[in-house]
């Protein structure tokens, strides 16, 4: 696959308008992902063409792969959640502005390409002297993690909140959110990543620890303001049992569902019926489930306006050095089979990144 990509690589420094797109063919293993070249369309109305500066790898990758991320498209297409890039062209009815600048933007797929095509209206603004890579670590994640901490659960500082997966992308980004809001946080991780669960300003527990849940309650025995869960399956009764009165269950994903033969709805179909049941009872406590996406088929302008503010917010923070992007590894974009078996290996804290050569 390399020699594919730095043949196709040449012809875009040479100034020919081709990009290099790797695709997910199937239900494969990381190595099965496939390179094409292809000719780069100039965008239509109100679309844009950004030169992509790095990618990341995430975890709906990983269900994509095997078939099970909801509502992905079917077999084959070109995977990629986000990236940092500068827009080159512009279609019709676009602001001429645009051109040249450095932007952000949430795709779902398509952005594992040296150019993807991106709607002008879902461009996220981002300052020239950011490190890209840095900057890729906390779009869906920062602004998942801002959206839940201060939208949805609202814990007040001086609060207690529990992170389950404290490691990975949403909860690293997570911690530091919370701690510089005053809020303790307790996260889960494995006992290798508990050195930096500490050092974001975490007070770590084993997340394999057969007994968990009780060392939870051990550290805050009153209960805690906040559950930040997207593990979901059985365990979420567990975390619901953590919130003291008044507290919130916010949970964000199935992971545990990642590998198991279902049908891809069903682990979310009993999410949603636990949450309606619980919400439904006198108990002062409430839950729900975050997603990322709720709202814009309804009203995209308003949707991505929010999704602007939230993520300056974390721009900013970034930009200052108060929040610390949690980079696991970069890779050159023709190795993505290289870095999905590595985000896949769970050895990893924080966001692997791919990049053009």
């Given at each position: 696959?390399?020699?594919h990509?730095?043949?196709?690589?040449?012809?875009?420094q040479?100034?020919?308008t081709?990009r290099i797109?790797?695709v997910?063919?199937?239900?494969?293993?990381?190595?099965?992902?496939?390179?094409r070249?292809?000719?780069a369309?100039v965008?239509?109305?109100g679309r844009?063409?950004?030169?992509?500066?790095?990618t990341g790898?995430?975890?709906?990758?990983?269900?994509?792969?095997r078939?099970t991320?909801f509502?992905q498209?079917?077999?084959?297409?070109v995977?990629?959640?986000?990236l940092?890039?500068?827009?080159?062209e512009i279609?019709?009815?676009?602001?001429?502005?645009?051109?040249?600048?450095?932007?952000?933007?949430?795709?779902k797929v398509g952005?594992?390409?040296t150019?993807?095509?991106?709607?002008?209206?879902d461009?996220?603004p981002?300052?020239?002297d950011?490190?890209?890579?840095?900057?890729e670590?906390?779009?869906?994640?920062?602004?998942t993690?801002?959206?839940?901490?201060?939208d949805?659960?609202?814990?007040?500082?001086?609060?207690?909140i529990?992170?389950l997966?404290?490691?990975?992308?949403?909860g690293?980004?997570?911690?530091?959110l919370?701690?510089?809001?005053g809020?303790?946080v307790?996260?889960t991780?494995?006992?290798r990543?508990?050195?930096?669960?500490?050092?974001?300003?975490?007070e770590?527990v084993d997340?394999r620890?057969p007994?968990?849940y009780?060392?939870?309650r051990?550290?805050?025995p009153?209960?805690?303001d906040?559950?930040?869960?997207?593990?979901?399956?059985?365990?979420?009764?567990?975390?619901?049992?953590?919130?003291?009165r008044?507290?919130?269950?916010?949970?964000?994903?199935?992971a545990?569902?990642m590998?198991?033969?279902?049908t891809?709805?069903?682990p979310?179909l009993?999410?949603?019926?636990?949450?309606?049941?619980?919400?439904?009872?006198?108990?002062?406590?409430?839950?729900?489930?975050y997603?990322f996406?709720a709202?814009?088929?309804?009203?995209?302008?308003k949707y991505?306006a929010?999704q602007?503010?939230?993520?300056a917010?974390?721009?900013?923070?970034?930009?200052?050095?108060?929040?610390?992007?949690?980079?696991?590894a970069?890779f050159?974009?023709?190795?993505a089979g290289?870095?999905?078996?590595l985000?896949e290996?769970?050895?990893?804290a924080?966001?692997?990144?791919?990049?053009?050569r």
């Amino acid at each position: 696959m390399n020699s594919h990509i730095r043949e196709a690589e040449t012809e875009v420094q040479a100034g020919r308008t081709r990009r290099i797109e790797i695709v997910l063919p199937g239900k494969v293993e990381p190595q099965g992902l496939q390179a094409r070249t292809t000719t780069a369309r100039v965008p239509s109305a109100g679309r844009t063409l950004v030169r992509m500066e790095s990618t990341g790898v995430s975890f709906a990758e990983q269900q994509m792969r095997r078939g099970t991320y909801f509502k992905q498209p079917p077999f084959p297409f070109v995977p990629g959640y986000d990236l940092v890039g500068v827009v080159d062209e512009i279609g019709e009815g676009v602001d001429p502005s645009w051109i040249g600048r450095r932007v952000a933007a949430v795709t779902k797929v398509g952005a594992w390409s040296t150019m993807v095509d991106v709607a002008a209206i879902d461009l996220l603004p981002v300052p020239a002297d950011l490190d890209a890579a840095a900057v890729e670590a906390v779009i869906v994640n920062g602004i998942t993690a801002w959206q839940m901490l201060h939208d949805r659960a609202r814990v007040r500082r001086g609060g207690t909140i529990v992170v389950l997966g404290a490691n990975g992308g949403v909860g690293t980004a997570l911690v530091q959110l919370a701690r510089i809001a005053g809020i303790r946080v307790i996260g889960t991780a494995a006992t290798r990543h508990h050195e930096l669960v500490r050092t974001l300003g975490a007070e770590p527990v084993d997340a394999r620890d057969p007994q968990l849940y009780k060392r939870i309650r051990d550290l805050a025995p009153d209960g805690v303001d906040a559950v930040f869960d997207h593990v979901g399956g059985s365990g979420i009764r567990k975390s619901w049992s953590l919130l003291k009165r008044g507290g919130a269950l916010i949970a964000y994903g199935t992971a545990s569902s990642m590998g198991r033969k279902s049908t891809i709805a069903l682990p979310f179909l009993q999410l949603f019926a636990q949450i309606a049941l619980w919400n439904a009872l006198p108990n002062g406590r409430r839950a729900e489930f975050y997603d990322f996406w709720a709202g814009k088929a309804r009203n995209p302008e308003k949707y991505q306006a929010h999704q602007a503010t939230s993520f300056a917010h974390v721009v900013e923070l970034l930009g200052t050095g108060t929040l610390a992007p949690q980079i696991a590894a970069r890779f050159p974009l023709d190795e993505a089979g290289d870095a999905l078996a590595l985000a896949e290996s769970r050895t990893v804290a924080g966001k692997i990144v791919l990049q053009p050569r």
